[in-house]
């Protein structure tokens, strides 16, 4: 009514009788800032790959609510790692605010200016941690470097690679080869295959899997395949093999 801008349309259904979707003018109005600053949109960068939190994993980590963002991955020598974040904390808040989903999270550090000072409040093996992360510019080859993991969340599977700490919450060898299935989306192939968290993946297709690395990788070499065979390891099952049907 005052003629103020609250969106700016991005899309339109044509068939959806007036129904369209636009981008929220305080969002939009960062970008204005940057482009008018720098002439670019520049990213803040944290350096870790994150999942939401279900209610096992709040109960395996010893949390009373379902609140905050596990840390399934720390790149190395990216900001979260120089500032001491590991695999498996989970994070509670950023510069107080406090976050339930991985977008969430992902949003904010997003949109917090490159350079910046960050407070990230967490919970490592149930002691709450404060620490500094000076966020860093999102690049090309970070982006890439995520767009290698795409093959293997549209199976529905996301993994970790096994350290002495995992290995011991779940009661296997420190020194197994392979990789540990920390979520397995609903309705996804990987589910429809029986895929379940706490799997240990040890081979894709008769290929040993050492680490995620090898994981992304086989998982982008196969992605053409009619499916895929997984050679796992559960506990209190041994050794099962299950196939992915990619058709």
Do not use: C
Request: glycine share 10%.
């Amino acid at each position: 009514m005052n003629g103020e801008v609250v969106g700016i349309n991005t899309a339109i259904i044509a068939s959806g009788q007036g129904i369209g979707f636009a981008i929220p003018i305080n969002l939009a109005k960062g970008i204005l800032t940057q482009l008018k600053d720098k002439g670019e949109v520049t990213r803040g960068w944290l350096g870790v790959g994150i999942q939401d939190l279900t209610p096992e994993l709040a109960n395996y980590y010893g949390l009373s609510e379902e609140k905050g963002v596990l840390v399934t991955q720390v790149f190395e020598d990216d900001p979260a790692d120089k500032a001491g974040v590991k695999a498996n904390d989970v994070i509670l808040s950023v510069d107080g605010k406090a976050v339930s989903t991985g977008r969430e999270l992902s949003s904010m550090i997003a949109n917090t200016p490159v350079g910046y000072r960050t407070k990230i409040d967490l919970i490592r093996d149930g002691k709450r941690k404060t620490l500094t992360v000076t966020l860093a510019k999102r690049d090309d080859d970070q982006k890439a470097e995520l767009a290698e993991g795409r093959d293997s969340e549209e199976m529905g599977i996301e993994v970790t690679d096994l350290d002495s700490d995992i290995a011991r919450r779940f009661g296997i060898d420190a020194n197994e080869n392979g990789v540990l299935v920390t979520d397995v989306k609903d309705g996804s192939r990987a589910q429809d295959a029986d895929v379940r968290p706490g799997d240990i993946i040890k081979e894709i297709n008769r290929t040993l899997v050492k680490d995620r690395s090898d994981f992304v990788q086989l998982m982008k070499k196969y992605r053409d395949d009619e499916n895929i065979q997984l050679l796992i390891h559960r506990r209190n099952a041994g050794y099962l093999v299950l196939k992915i049907d990619q058709k």
